[in-house]
């Protein structure tokens, strides 16, 4: 999956968490976050992790973002935590097939083997996924330069040729502030509710102080910068297409105790993300992964299990089920080659 380093992605660095300082071409998406958040929760007591080893950078930037989870709306997201093994590989890709119609990468990626005597094997997995539209396909350019370099690259805009759609195209093209040409934000509409924004010349050394600072300049611009786009106006956006993988290896090795003073080890850690957006719309989907190991047998008996793997009985009943509801079909399944 990854080469020396970790990363296979050609210039473009992946980072786990948005407070961590970024250069050059980078990507972050929520799901390492929200695995680091689950594994917090459920080892630590969602208090801060502590390496045995001493203090690490990126441990203190998971354990201090607020970007996880919490921050995201549920249908954006599968998670799993709890013991690694076939029946839960099986649950993740039953879930991830019935809720984004999406199959697994990262767990390829993964090592099933059976942990070593008196270790508990644990897995924390995220994927996001969505795909969105905007609500008038943009028109398309013809091959453009990139900024003052020697490059031409394929944009979408806000531009019809024959004026029939380029109102309905800038209406959807909302300015959060504008500077001047090199330093403005917009948020494009999509049909699913999503908001696409775009910062040129963004400020701030992580994700987490660029998007501050953008909300911090849309909360000050006046209506001047803010108004609606008119027929003088302009706007144009790059097409983007992206596959990129990491496994995070300054992460594997790492011990710490969880809150009951076991000792546990990071095995794995491994995240992919993929990103395309023309000028139809565009679909992101990023998976997560940590794999970990525990000393001790952990207790998981506040994980409820419904499986009917075994004898039971189905119903059918007219509406929802009332303490006064009477069923119209009933099934009692014993022998399960009688009824496949």
Known sequence: MTSSGGNTNRGIEVVASDVQAVRGSAAWCATMQICWDNMLETLCDGSPLNPLGGANELVRALNTSELGRDALPRDHFYAYSGPKSNRARREI?????????QSSEVLDQLDWSEPSPGMTSLLFYCMLYRKFSFLVPFGVCEEEPWGDEDVCVTYFEAYDPDQRLSRKMRQQVKPLYYKDGQHHAVSLQTKEGDSVVLVRSPRGGSFSEMWTNTLDQAKRADSAQTRPLDDHDSFMCPNLSLRLSKEFRELEGLEFLDVKGHKCIIDQVLQTIKLNLDNEG????????????????????????????????????????????????????????LFQ
């Open 93 to 101: 890709e039953t879930e991830v097939r019935r809720r984004f119609g």
């Open 282 to 337: 565009g679909e992101v989907k990023s998976e997560a992964a940590i794999s970990a190991c525990a000393t001790g047998a952990l207790d998981f008996s506040h994980i409820r299990t419904f499986d009917y793997d075994g004898r039971f009985a189905l119903y059918l009943v007219g509406g929802e089920v009332r303490i006064d509801s009477r069923p119209y079909l009933a099934l009692l399944v014993d022998d399960i080659r």
